[in-house]
């Protein structure tokens, strides 16, 4: 990597970041502590995959739908624009914020897509939407807007940390975990620009 390339750390730490209603929080124990003589240190995580920054795969909303080690990487490596933008972004919103060229985008701002935003997203031929809300979707339209954009395998990335990020073109590394049979993963986003 050139000396000129920089990376921003778009994920959300998962300990501080306040869990969806209804979420379980996660936790952290210790198996194994230095500190009161063992030999090394061994810690234990509960998590729902859903905690801080991550990534939707279509069972979570579909039943017999994709699980998270099914993703295609591509959908979570590649070119990326940053945009900003706040409230419901239905079909005319949707439509202003994305370019032909656009093949991931997130969204910078309290932005949730609605049942026809998300429509929009898929006949765009998106391949990823990021939001920096604990949800893609508008409360109104919480199923609806996942089922759209999960039958069509857009991905879904949640929760990303984008305050201090200019819009503009990037890099995105947001790979989720290779755990099978599960609906979502945490990932590590990450954001290169030369």
């Known amino acids: 990597m050139g000396e000129s390339m920089k990376l921003f750390d778009i994920t959300k730490e998962l300990f501080s970041t306040t869990p969806f209603e209804g979420d379980p929080e996660p936790r952290l124990s210790y198996i194994k502590q230095m500190r009161y003589g063992d030999e090394y240190n061994l810690s234990f995580i509960a998590l729902s995959p859903h905690n801080s920054t991550h990534a939707d795969a279509p069972k979570h909303f579909l039943n017999n739908g994709k699980t998270i080690e099914k993703a295609p990487l591509h959908k979570f490596i590649g070119k990326a624009r940053v945009v900003e933008a706040a409230g419901e972004l239905g079909r005319e919103e ?77 890099f995105l590394m947001a790979q989720p975990l290779k755990w099978a049979g599960v609906e979502a993963s945490p990932v590590r986003a990450v954001l290169m620009k030369e």
């Open 94 to 170: 949707m439509k202003e914020l994305l370019q032909p060229s656009d093949e991931r985008l997130l969204i910078k701002g309290d932005a949730t897509i609605t049942k026809e935003g998300a429509k929009v997203i898929v006949n765009s031929g998106l391949l990823l939407i990021g939001v920096a809300g604990a949800s893609v979707a508008n409360s109104a339209d919480t199923v609806a807007t996942h089922r759209i954009l999960l039958q069509s395998e857009v991905a879904i990335l949640e929760n990303l940390y984008l305050d201090e990020i200019v819009p503009d073109c990037y």
